[in-house]
């Protein structure tokens, strides 16, 4: 059996994604995707799931993108349900870079109130990306449920994935401003205020949402 210059340079990249360095494992994912090979799609997932490293992490979702989507739409959803938080939340921030809506029955309830938060965030990206036409107010509903989850970083990436749903969210939103909790209260309000004034930062939304909580004024915008 011949092996071909194409065939070593495969091996090498595989065997870089391994390496101690991780400069050396950036490249080798950088040319596992520049050449995509099929033989390449388990080991990246497989990598995906203990890779350290965000920026080398990152190059191993590129590098899955650039692979066919029959390849890697069945691996990924696989790997949704992995036992590893990293393993999913990978698996979720590829898909939604991959933004193939055949992967949207993998966003379940479960998967969006996932116990761990990273894990969480990268779902509520995904489903904004893969939501199918019409279940947008579906998926705010659940959305919702998430209200005053976490700290500030986790906060505001669901308000930012509610606001990127417009304003079918709105029914929502005003429901929660009505909750029994001041936390949920007061995130619903500043994803409120979000909405309004996309420019208006966070922080300052989240603290004159929690003046307004204070003040009893928990039902702003009804």
Request: proline residues 5%.
């Amino acid at each position: 059996m011949t092996i071909t210059r194409q065939d070593t340079d495969a091996i090498r990249a595989l065997q870089g994604l391994e390496d101690g360095r991780s400069s050396v494992r950036l490249r080798a994912a950088l040319a596992v995707g520049t050449t995509p090979d099929p033989g390449f799609v388990d080991k990246l997932i497989e990598r995906c799931a203990i890779e350290p490293e965000f920026l080398v992490r990152d190059m191993l979702t590129w590098a899955l993108t650039r692979h066919p989507v029959s390849m890697t739409l069945p691996e990924l959803i696989r790997e949704v349900r992995s036992e590893r938080a990293q393993a999913r939340s990978q698996a979720l921030h590829t898909l939604s870079k991959i933004g193939d809506r055949q992967a949207w029955p993998a966003i379940t309830r479960t998967v969006l109130s996932d116990a761990d938060d990273e894990v969480a965030r990268s779902a509520w990206r995904a489903a904004v990306v893969l939501v199918p036409e019409g279940e947008e107010s579906a998926l705010a509903t659940v959305l919702a449920t998430q209200f005053g989850r976490g700290e500030r970083e986790t906060q505001l990436s669901l308000s930012r994935a509610l606001v990127a749903l417009g304003e079918t969210i709105v029914p929502a939103l005003r429901s929660a401003t009505t909750a029994p909790d001041p936390r949920v209260r007061a995130h619903a309000i500043a994803t409120q205020r979000l909405l309004r004034d996309p420019d208006a930062g966070f922080e300052f939304a989240i603290e004159e949402a929690k003046r307004v909580v204070a003040l009893g004024a928990g039902q702003e915008g009804q």
